[in-house]
């Protein structure tokens, strides 16, 4: 009786902690952000959030959550899909206590260079504060 109560006890805790697991990322990426990995906290080895580069892709899945670290965000160089469902959208939220920055889109009125593409479908912003050192929206 014992020996089952550990067991069940053992197979309920692991279960518990995949559900709850979180991948870290940050610095330059690209690929595909998948649910499996979500929540994505956006702080590896102390960065800020992450950043796409020219030519190349990110792609965000369905369900994905992606959290940043205050004053953090997404510097977007190349092409970035986030295209979640009605049923099944995309967060962007804060990952502690203070609100998250900013998607910086670099467009050709800097530096010459073009995004390819940029796709938001079903989306949640949640908890940011808006960026407008050069400009860019303010939302009030």
């Given at each position: ?15 518990f902690?995949i559900?709850?697991a979180?991948?870290?990322?940050g610095?330059w990426i ?7 990995g ?14 796409i580069?020219?030519g190349?892709?990110l792609?965000i ?8 670290p205050?004053d953090g965000g ?15 959208s ?12 900013y998607i910086?889109f ?11 593409e ?5 989306c949640?912003?949640?908890n940011w ?12």
């Open positions: 009786m014992i020996r089952q109560f550990i067991i069940s006890f053992l197979i309920g805790l692991l279960l902690n559900l709850l979180e991948t870290h990322i610095g690209s690929g595909r952000v998948t649910r499996e979500s929540p994505y906290i956006c702080d590896l080895d102390g960065a800020w959030g992450f950043g580069a020219r190349d892709t792609i899945e369905a369900g994905v959550t992606l959290l940043f205050e997404i510097e977007c160089w190349g092409v970035l899909i986030a295209e979640g469902t009605e049923n099944d995309i967060t962007f939220d804060k990952a502690g206590e203070e609100l998250w920055y910086i670099m467009d050709s009125t800097f530096d010459d260079i073009e995004i390819q940029v796709l938001f479908r079903y949640r912003f949640r504060r808006p960026y407008n050192e050069f400009g860019f929206l303010k939302v009030n």
